[in-house]
């Protein structure tokens, strides 16, 4: 189980936060996504 927050003691740079949060928006449908820009969705989701 992977988690969104980090503690103190979490050494993680801000790709990997980045990452996490695309992973987590990949769980909804595209279609619902509809404030994000087509281009960074081309890029990211689902990746």
């Not at 992977?2 to 695309?22: A, H, K």
């Not at 990949?26 to 087509?38: H, V």
């Amino acid at each position: 189980q992977e988690y969104v927050s980090q503690g103190y003691n979490t050494d993680r740079d801000i790709e990997e936060t980045l990452n996490i949060g695309w992973k987590l928006l990949s769980i909804l449908p595209r279609s619902e996504l509809k404030r994000i820009d087509d281009k960074f969705l081309d890029q990211y989701y689902g990746k």
